[in-house]
């Protein structure tokens, strides 16, 4: 986020984002057909709230900064989000999956070891609507998607670059690409409690089940997957990722604003690939997966405000004096990093906070170093604090439905099945705190 206008802004100014963050925890719950009918309106106008006053006050700075935010990080965003989404939505995964718990359980597994290869949202994409199917015929399932999005849609993207954001902008400031690996232990303990509690909870709500499981339809298989054009042009969209962050042939300037050709190349690539997928998987294949635009509808809405929104919150985060400042410089230990990083990713988006902390660990650890020697004593001496920070942005992105972009998404597509999903609140008091902060409490007793 770029700073130049708030080096350190008044407090007062992240409140449009609050705002923001307010009208998506209360309006879907209490009033479902206005935020249904208006949610890009109340994103814009929270948007306004702030950018209005600010190009009034600022002219050119915040001229600067909105369009720095565009171009640099909501474009890329919704590039990489949106393909995923679309491509993903072309492959259809077929079979008897009964929507037992055993078979949700392996699913769920399933989905965490293939996050970090194909990124959480190609992974929540490419399974959610075969999980949908498999637990249709359950009145009870709202937990099953909860856990999905605490499994797949974060936790499971730990252990590369290419799984989830914050640890893609780490590899970007040079951080090695399999150094990620070393959250392993982390994202194996987590995941097996909460793969383990999964499996109670699923089993007991079955046993409350009332509707009867239908028999599987005969002669269906019992996996198999069509629409695999679209799984090469998956792979054709890692590796347009994988080398922006390897190849650097400069930058280019767009009014006034610096945009690195790797990145402009990456977009356009992707954005080919997303419309190769839509000319090249039968029609017949998105019907069966019931794909609406409305999820990266509202994703892209949501997030544009939220982008311009952060803009002071960031800033803040980034400021080198004031209260935020002060707090932060006594965050010090690997726990407290991981609690501090992965709660101020739930409430703001976690790539922008794994970059806030990341640089604050590399102007504590190394001082005057240039960025190459400073990441490197980084990701050696400062190896666990470094790992506290990237365990905290990603685990705890799965905390609220706004940690990470996968989660509404993964909510809308549940909603347009017909699944009662928890409100945003719900989501936080009946899941976040019975189910997925004992393991994140665990992870930190253990391995910080």
Known sequence: MPTSAFHVPPLYAALPFLGILLSIAI???SAPH?????????ALAWAAVFAVPYLVARRAEAVHDLLHTAVGEYVPFIALVGSLFIIAGGIVVRGRLAGTPLHNTGLLAFG??????????????VLIRPLLRANAWRSRRGHVVVFFIFLVANIGGSLTPLGDPPLFLGFLQGVPFFWTLKLLPHLGLAAAFLLLVFFVVDTWF??????????????????GIDGGINLLLLAAVLGAVLL?????????TILGVEWEVESAGRDAILVLLAGLSLRL???????ANAFSWE?????????????VTLIPAIALLRGGEGPVATLLGRVTEPWQLYWATGLLSAVLDNAPTYLSFFNALLGRM????PTAEGVRLLTTDGALHLEAVAAGAVFMGAMTYIGNAPNLMVRAIAQDAGVPMPSFGGFILRYTLPFLVPALILVQVVLF
Request: glycine fraction near 10%; hydrophobic fraction near 45%; charged fraction near 15%.
């Open 366 to 369: 190394a001082p005057g170093l």
């Open 112 to 125: 965490t070891l293939i996050a970090s290869l194909i990124g959480t949202t190609g992974a929540a994409m």
């Open 206 to 223: 079955l046993r409350r089940e009332t509707a009867s499981r239908p028999a599987p339809a005969e002669g269906e298989p019992h996996l």
């Open 34 to 42: 206005f935020w249904h009918r208006h949610y890009h309106q109340v």
């Open 27 to 29: 309006l879907p719950a």
């Open 295 to 307: 999820p990266i509808r509202e994703v892209a809405w949501l997030f544009a405000g939220i982008f």
């Open 244 to 252: 922006s962050g390897v190849w650097h042939p400069g930058a280019m």
């Open 281 to 287: 998987t039968p029609e017949r294949l998105r019907r």
